[in-house]
């Protein structure tokens, strides 16, 4: 039995309709406005009694028979009133899947605006670096990278009875000079907390860290990034700190698939580390990666952390949401212990792009922890946190609270090694990377990007000013066979800097060579592939006989062979084509094999031409 229904009686949003009537020729009115397919609404004995008289549908409440309908019908008419529908563009409902017709409808109509209006990512880091330390945060323990397994673990690791935490002294330094590099305000008085949680390879069951009142807070952290095009325009930006804390790592855990078990290595339980907190001011996977390359900079510049994250020391969690702009922040995901800066940026795009592909399919986002294959080049879900861990936060009694001092408060009599002096490490903080790129510019006239490079490789800057301080070479030029040749060959290679086998010094005894005119540009290429093999330059001249040709009549000779041998070449010149005199040098280059100064050769040439 069909019946044409313009609206129903009911309640919406909660609230009772007073005057139907008046609501039902209000949405005839907006429907007219906006034309839509006429829609009938079936209904079937299977939903509603045929006892219902037609003529009560209208009224504000409908009769009992009505009251008895199937609850899959009452759940339809309940998502109309809700205003997901209005009576011109209803879907038609007939049998059983009337309900599943109309969410699927709403799904497909709300992908649909979903893709036509464009989205803003949202993209918070949180960072945990190891402090350099040779101790552990709360115990005598050694810190060592790759020691056996369960070798450097103290009773107070293993959280045996009676054992309690001695603070270690170079970890709150560490913090303050990380605090003070960032901009951070230092809390003169900040308090440890126990957070609790079970884990295998954390045997007290709490880790010790700073929820309530951490060490530092309210920083920022500039850094810099390559956008236009062809990536040839430095831009830079501002990333807010929300607090610095101190905490305890957890161990390790070693899962052998083969057996179904997992060992546990407490070497790790226990080691100081600084969490950064960073506010969700970024909004793409460039920019997240560009700002842990500044602060990893920072820290090895502050010696507070060596930040190395092959080894595990800097370690970066990334919380991403996506919304269209001007809507609240939607539902984030957090990827965790993501351990390169590449992988990073690679993690947050495609996060950022599942997240908008899934939303704009009519899914929802779930707020949960997944992790990054670097394999796979995507995410994937470990666990879910829709339902809040308790980690019943509560004081550490075995801890009183940390005070600091500044110059002002500093007890009388009292030597900057009893007391953390914050004033006192402020003097000694060193130049930070972003002071040090500048002086690179001004004291090398050197460009800007090539400042960001010197930095960026460990251990280059320091090879550079070794070879500028050797060589009588101009620094921009000794710095392009550095990056060029020098970097290039290691990256092929897969070498840091200080594995070159090229020294610094043996590098400027060749570019003195070149500088000086004993050998030419192209045997100095020459020369340095035999470098690589532990040859000195002097010694690869002399095997190979690379010295310029100094003998004038010798070149000219030569030159005029060259000629003699190329007379479409000459031809061309003398029309007035002076480039193809170029390929006339390279050809007497090629017959003395590099040993011939290319000027002196040009210079030549064009006196015989002319």
Not at 44 to 59: L, N, V
Not at 60 to 86: D, E, V
Not at 562 to 570: D, F, N, R, S
């Amino acid at each position: 039995m069909l019946k044409e229904l313009g609206h129903l009686g009911g309640k919406k949003d909660g609230r009772p309709c007073e005057d139907f009537s008046h609501a039902r020729e209000k949405r005839a009115a907006k429907a007219a406005s906006s034309p839509k397919p006429l829609v009938r609404v079936a209904y079937a004995r299977d939903y509603i009694s045929q006892e219902a008289p037609p003529q009560q549908m209208g009224h504000l409440t409908p009769p009992t028979p009505w009251n008895m309908a199937a609850p899959r019908m009452r759940r339809c008419w309940n998502w109309l009133w809700a205003g997901n529908f209005s009576t011109g563009n209803v879907a038609q409902l007939a049998g059983p899947g009337a309900a599943r017709e109309i969410r699927r409808s709403a799904k497909e109509t709300a992908a649909e605006q979903s893709r036509a209006v464009p989205w803003a990512a949202v993209v918070g880091l949180e960072i945990h670096a190891q402090i350099c330390s040779n101790t552990k945060l709360f115990s005598g323990s050694r810190v060592q990278f790759a020691a056996p397994p369960n070798s450097l673990v103290s009773f107070f690791d293993a959280s045996l009875p009676g054992t309690l935490p001695v603070l270690n002294r170079r970890c709150v330094e560490a913090a303050v000079m990380t605090g003070l590099a960032l901009n951070c305000t230092i809390n003169k008085k900040s308090l440890f907390d126990r957070k609790h949680y079970f884990y295998a390879d954390l045997p007290a069951g709490y880790q010790i860290t700073q929820q309530r009142l951490p060490i530092a807070v309210n920083g920022n952290l500039s850094y810099s990034m390559w956008v236009g095009t062809t990536q040839n325009e430095i831009v830079t930006r501002t990333v807010r700190i929300k607090q610095i804390q101190l905490e305890q790592d957890s161990g390790k855990s070693l899962h052998d698939d083969l057996r179904s078990q997992t060992l546990i290595d407490l070497n790790r339980a226990g080691v100081g580390l600084m969490e950064v907190v960073m506010e969700p001011d970024m909004c793409c996977g460039e920019e997240a990666a560009a700002a842990v390359r500044e602060l990893q900079l920072i820290l090895q510049a502050l010696g507070s952390s060596q930040a190395n994250m092959a080894e595990g020391q800097l370690r970066v969690d990334a919380n991403v949401s996506v919304h269209h702009p001007g809507q609240p922040y939607g539902v984030r995901t957090e990827v965790k212990n993501i351990n390169s800066a590449r992988f990073l940026a690679k993690a947050i795009d495609y996060e950022i792009q599942r997240q908008i592909e899934e939303l704009e399919n009519g899914g929802t986002i779930l707020n949960e922890t997944r992790a990054f294959d670097y394999k796979l080049g995507r995410t994937i879900a470990m666990r879910d946190k829709e339902g809040k861990q308790d980690y019943r936060f509560m004081p550490e009694p075995n801890l009183p609270p940390l005070i600091l001092h500044d110059a002002k408060s500093v007890p009388a009599h009292t030597s900057n090694q009893q007391v953390v002096n914050i004033d006192w490490l402020r003097e000694r903080l060193p130049d930070l990377p972003s002071v040090k790129r500048a002086k690179l510019v001004e004291r090398y006239g050197i460009q800007s990007q090539h400042s960001f490079t010197l930095l960026n490789e460990d251990g280059l800057i320091e090879f550079f000013e070794t070879v500028v301080e050797a060589t009588k070479m101009n620094p921009k030029k000794a710095l392009g066979w550095i990056l060029k040749d020098v970097l290039g060959y290691l990256r092929q290679h897969s070498l840091a800097v200080k594995d070159s086998p090229i020294s610094p010094v043996l590098l400027a005894e060749l570019l003195n060579l070149l500088e000086e005119r004993v050998i030419s540009s192209s045997a100095a290429k020459q020369v340095l592939e035999e470098m690589w093999k532990g040859k000195t330059p002097a010694l690869i001249i002399k095997e190979k006989d690379l010295e310029l040709i100094r003998d004038q009549n010798e070149l000219e000779r030569l030159c005029q062979t060259v000629m003699e041998g190329h007379p479409k070449e000459v031809l061309e010149i003398k029309k007035g084509n002076q480039k193809v005199l170029n390929k006339l040098v390279g050809q007497v280059q090629r017959a003395t094999r590099g040993r011939s100064d290319p000027v002196l050769v040009k210079q030549i040439l064009q006196k015989q031409l002319s």
